[in-house]
Nanobody, 124 residues
Framework: QVQLVESGGGLVQAGGSLRLSCAAS????????SGWFRQAPGKEREFVAT????????YYADSVKGRFTISRDNAKNTVYLQMNNLKPEDTAVYYC?????????????????WGQGTQVTVSS
């Protein structure tokens, strides 16, 4: 079994930055694609960003393009989400996910493992 643990969430003012981390442990496997999703109160979980195992390919939701950057350090089994110029509408619980299929993945159904989530709150 693979465990994913997110960290780095918190409260930040609009225009500020946060960096989320997602550490994998347990029976880790490779290669695997990784993704970040978020879920705001009363809304469905939505795709944010994805990255392939080698880090050479990334893809972002239009709402975060140019503000968020996904990256990974495979030696540390960790994936990151750098979030800049945060907006109140970015407020949500952020989840990381891992997929056996090493391609850019934007659908929740394409991921095999999920973390518990970390809260990000952006005040106006």
């Amino acid at each position: 079994q693979v465990q994913l643990v997110e960290s780095g969430g918190g409260l930040v003012q609009a225009g500020g930055s946060l960096r989320l981390s997602c550490a994998a442990s347990g029976r880790t496997f490779h290669p695997y694609a990784s993704g970040w999703f978020r879920q705001a109160p009363g809304k469905e979980r939505e795709f944010v960003a994805t990255i392939t195992w080698g880090g050479g390919s990334t893809y972002y939701a239009d709402s975060v393009k140019g503000r968020f950057t996904i990256s990974r350090d495979n030696a540390k089994n960790t994936v990151y989400l750098q979030m800049n110029n945060l907006k109140p509408e970015d407020t949500a619980v952020y989840y990381c996910a891992a997929s056996y299929r090493d391609n850019l993945r934007t659908s929740r159904n394409e991921y095999d493992y999920w973390g518990q989530g970390t809260q990000v709150t952006v005040s106006s």
